[in-house]
């Protein structure tokens, strides 16, 4: 139990020389006609609205540990998800991006870039690249975060190569934790969007993270809307653990 306007804790829990070292921290609350409600802290101590991945692991977390069964609704500050466990795997039904824009003119240091923009319950900007390895994501990305067109709030970016109708290769930097991150659930689920409103891929997309993971995108998107959206990965227990205070009070 932890107290969840403490976000000094998160700060001091995710750096990874000096304690357990993580992107984001996941609470676990008691809410009102779901079966919990889930929050999620970037590494920065900032809450968010939710995270991809992230409801995922809680749903992993809380079928475990006997807080919910197989199939699961809970509570996000993007709104209720369900989720399902599915084998190894569990399945979440996301909130339905927003604001899909496309073909936005983006001017960064090196010029104007060509973008797409959806809000998959936090914001997303999505570049089209074809050398993926050679991009530079921590500098591109941290120009897009901090650009004026997406103040105050800022995004998150995505570099993404289309390999084919269902399979898309990404690489994310993520706001708040300030750095290009292994895998982003919304953010592949906003880049999927976006290159299946263009009509350069369709349901379902199996998107290639820069872990070597691979996480699955079932949709749907009818004049330019996208509905009955689903991501699908794995979720593993590393460790069980007790923290101690010395985790935090350093």
């Known amino acids: 139990i932890v ?3 403490d976000t000094n804790f998160v700060t001091k829990l995710c750096q990874r020389r000096m304690s357990v070292g993580a992107d984001g921290v996941l609470l676990v609350e008691k809410a009102d006609d779901v079966d919990f409600r889930m929050r999620y802290f970037n590494a920065d101590g900032g809450e968010v609205e939710t995270c991809g991945n992230g409801a995922r692991c809680i749903s992993k977390f809380a079928y475990l540990n006997g807080l919910a069964s197989e199939q699961m609704r809970f509570l996000t500050n993007a709104g209720i998800y369900e989720s399902e466990i599915v084998g190894e795997n569990v399945k979440v039904r ?8 496309l073909n936005v003119p983006l001017q960064l240091d090196d010029g104007v870039h060509t973008v797409g923009f959806a809000n998959s319950g936090v914001p997303h900007v999505v570049f089209f690249v074809e050398d993926l390895e050679d991009t530079d994501v921590f500098d591109l990305g941290q120009q897009t975060r901090y ?8 995004t998150n970016a995505n570099f993404i190569r289309v390999q084919s109708s269902a399979l898309i290769d990404i690489r994310t930097y993520e706001r708040g934790v300030e750095d290009e991150t292994l895998a982003c659930g919304t953010g592949s689920i ?5 290159a299946a409103t263009l009509g350069k891929v369709e349901s379902p997309v ?11 995108i079932h949709f749907d998107v009818e004049n330019g809307e996208a509905r009955n959206v689903y991501l699908e990965g794995d979720a593993r227990v590393i460790y069980v653990g007790e923290l101690t205070t010395d985790a935090w009070n350093y």
């Not at 650009?147 to 800022?154: E, I, L, R, Y």
């Open 3 to 5: 107290d969840s306007t």
């Open 94 to 101: 996301m909130s339905d991006p927003t604001d899909i824009r």
């Open 147 to 154: 650009h004026d067109d997406f103040k105050p709030a800022g």
């Open 190 to 194: 906003a880049s999927t969007i976006v």
């Open 206 to 216: 199996d998107v290639k993270t820069a872990s070597g993971a691979v996480l699955k």
